[in-house]
């Protein structure tokens, strides 16, 4: 089957622009998240999807990052305005469920960098 | 909430040798326990998993972890590493919690390099 993917894979920008993260999941898939892998760190969860709707985006920051997943199936990130910190790999993985015995799939991520 | 600590950040072997990674969980409910592994430039890999039954996990690539309840550890082994083993390896936790919703949480990994 295939992965999930992402794109693009690598984006510079200035700080104070916008951009944004395209993630589409492995087929069938109805939980997907984004995480935030800043450098030396491990995953950090921003925001989790079931089909349409928000689980949980209790660690997003609301003020500047936005997500959506309108028909339950690719899903966007968008940050606007971006600040240094924001440096990091954005990681999109889905699941079938949410179940805690199912195994999250990861795409290879997009590697933000900010000057 | 749980957490993972990692104890290691970076561990250099000699190929063929063998290797343990280290990782402590603390929650206050039971707990998923998985490994995933990262190669340079993609996303993470899962390597294995706990939920239930055998503490003795078996994975892929030859790699396996043993749950240990009572010392709330995960840790994990290979008998011979292979230059190709080098890589990131993540543990994480997840709580076992009717209806989803539980994040799963990583710790900041350990950086296994292989040398010849």
């Known amino acids: 089957e295939a992965g999930v993917a992402q794109s693009p894979r690598y984006k510079i920008i200035e700080k104070r622009q916008s951009v944004a993260f395209w993630c589409n999941p492995i087929?069938?898939?109805?939980?997907l998240y984004w995480y935030q892998q800043i450098l030396g760190q491990g995953p950090k969860l921003l925001i989790q999807?079931?089909?349409?709707?928000?689980?949980?985006d209790s660690q997003l920051p609301k003020d500047r990052f936005s997500a959506e997943r309108l028909k339950g199936v690719d899903s966007t990130l968008k940050i606007q305005p971006a600040k240094l910190e924001d440096s990091a790999v954005y990681l999109c993985?889905?699941?079938?469920?949410?179940?805690?015995?199912?195994?999250?799939?990861f795409g290879d991520g997009t590697r933000l960098s900010i000057l | 909430a749980q957490s993972v600590t990692q104890l290691d950040s970076q561990v250099p072997v000699f190929e063929e040798a063998p290797v343990e990674l280290r990782c402590n969980y603390s929650?206050?409910?039971?707990?998923?326990l998985f490994w995933y592994v990262q190669y340079p430039n993609q996303g993470l890999q899962l390597l294995l998993k706990?939920?239930?039954?055998?503490?003795l996990v078996k994975g892929i690539n030859g790699f396996e972890a043993e749950f240990n309840k009572s010392q709330t550890s995960f840790h994990l082994r290979k008998p011979s590493v292979h230059i190709s083993d080098t890589a990131e390896y993540f543990c994480?936790?997840?709580?076992?919690?009717?209806?989803?919703?539980?994040?799963?949480?990583f710790g900041t990994g350990t950086q296994l390099k292989v040398e010849l």
């Open positions: 993985a889905s699941s079938k469920g949410q179940g805690g015995d199912q195994p999250q799939h």
């Open positions: 999807f079931q089909n349409n709707g928000v689980v949980d």
């Open positions: 706990y939920l239930s039954g055998s503490t």
């Open positions: 087929s069938g898939h109805a939980t």
């Open positions: 994480a936790v997840k709580g076992v919690v009717t209806g989803g919703g539980n994040k799963l949480t």
């Open positions: 929650s206050s409910v039971s707990v998923y």
